[in-house]
């Protein structure tokens, strides 16, 4: 698209893959609100090292940079919110949640309360 200048419309640039989706003018505000609310619901340390992946990671050699996303997770997987997130898990499993569910809570936010530690 640099090269030939080919333009597209939201609709467009969705279908292709290069937004995740198009909102109407009108909705914009209240679409980044709900996200931003999804994410402030998010594990901190995990943001953080996904954010920090993304950042640092761009400019490194593909295996160095496969190497900081293992110690950024590894980082998260230890953590004692990891630990408050897994137990929370087992409790709704052992209700009769299943996994799909669970993890469709988890991705709305705000399901386990996390502290960044």
């Known amino acids: 698209m640099i090269i030939t200048g080919e333009m597209s419309d939201a ?3 969705q279908r292709k893959g290069l937004i995740a989706r198009a909102v109407e003018p ?3 505000m209240d ?3 709900a996200l931003a609310q999804q ?3 998010q594990p901190p340390l995990s943001l ?3 954010k920090r992946a993304v950042h640092m990671g761009i400019d490194l050699p593909l295996p160095r940079a496969l190497e ?3 110690l950024n997770f590894m980082e998260t997987v230890v953590s004692r919110d990891a630990a ?3 137990s929370d898990y087992m409790r709704r499993l052992e209700a009769g949640a299943k996994p799909v569910e669970i993890f469709a809570i988890y991705r709305n936010g705000h399901a ?3 502290r960044g530690q």
């Open 11 to 13: 609709d467009e640039a």
């Open 84 to 86: 408050a997130m897994g």
């Open 48 to 50: 953080r090292g996904v």
């Open 31 to 33: 679409e980044a609100m």
């Open 39 to 41: 994410l402030a619901g």
């Open 112 to 114: 386990v309360a996390t």
């Open 26 to 28: 009108d909705q914009l």
């Open 68 to 70: 900081l996303e293992a």
